[in-house]
Structure formats: C-alpha cells, structure tokens
C-alpha cells in the first residue's frame, strides 16, 4: 500500500474508480477536478503495483475550526485489506495539522461496511439526512468524530493491554 497525494494526472484514475464505486451517483470529471485542485482540501491516492486502487479526500481550511470527508472508496477487489482505515486516518491527519477540532461525513445508510469503520475510529452519528441519495431515496448517516481527542488517542503511548509494560 503506498498512499500519496492525488495531483491531476490522477483524475482519469479516480474517476474510473468513482463511478465504479458509486455507479448511480458518482461526481463529475469537473467537479473531481476542482476538488484536486482546491488548495482547501487533500485528496489521497492508494496505489498498488501502478494501480489506483483507492482515493479519498478532506475539506479542511487551515485555521477552521471543522473539516468535511468528502470521499473515500476502495476498489472492490482491494477493500478488508485495512486500506480504507488507512486513508480515513490519513485524511483525519491532514484535518488536524490544519487546525480542525472536528470532522464530519455523511456515510450512506445502506453502508454498513463503511459506518462500522467511522465508529471504530470514534465517530458518533449526530443526525440523518433523509432521501439523501439520489436517484436510489438512501438516507445519508451524519457523523461527527472529535478530532482532538482522536488525535490523542493516536499519539499516546501504547499502554500495558497493548503488550507494553
């Protein structure tokens, strides 16, 4: 797994990834690369033998006090290999060394995979958005993680449970 910055030579690469991921709802090729290029957020790449095998980016403006997972998605074939905690993470990193405090995402209610994975990290659903999905009427999950104390847990020592003595 080697996860890096995405630049716009990566766009053909996500987006055939994007609408393999979310074939009913998938961003455009613009609004992809506006994101790439927005100096207000950091998108990731996973690459694997040359091949673009996940992505996913943050909304975080240095100095405010919230950030915004805008996207993760794994290919299919690649994803319980432990590669969306690593972008997830990755992306959680970026937010707080530009000064996020908090996080949110939307997660799709029928993505059972993906909402276990945000309460492993310590998000909390904070809310529904009804219908949020479209054209498929899903209702979207609204979670919210403390990127403070996420960031603490993180860098603190390892304790005894976890084979330190």
């Known amino acids: 797994m080697t996860l890096r910055t995405a630049t716009a030579a990566d766009l053909d690469d996500i987006m055939r990834l994007e609408r393999a991921s979310f074939p009913t709802d998938a961003w455009s090729d613009a609004l992809m690369a506006g994101e790439l ?8 790449v996973d690459v694997e033998a040359g091949r673009l095998v996940g992505y996913g980016g943050v909304r975080a403006v240095q100095g405010a006090a919230d950030a915004d ?3 993760i998605a794994i290919a299919a074939d690649a994803r319980g290999h432990g590669r969306g905690r690593a972008l997830l993470r990755e992306l959680l990193a970026t937010a ?7 996080v949110f995402l939307e997660v799709r209610a029928d993505n059972p995979g ?15 958005r009804p219908r949020y999905y479209q054209p498929d009427d899903v ?15 993180r860098t603190a020592a390892p304790t005894a449970a976890e084979g330190w003595c």
């Open 139 to 153: 209702d979207a999950i609204v979670m919210q993680l403390n990127l403070v104390a996420w960031d603490a847990r």
């Open 69 to 71: 997972i805008q996207t």
């Open 96 to 102: 707080r060394s530009r000064g996020a405090r908090e």
């Open 37 to 44: 290029a927005s100096p207000h957020g950091r998108y990731v």
């Open 114 to 128: 993906a909402a276990a994975l945000y309460l492993s990290e310590g998000f909390a659903e904070v809310g529904r």
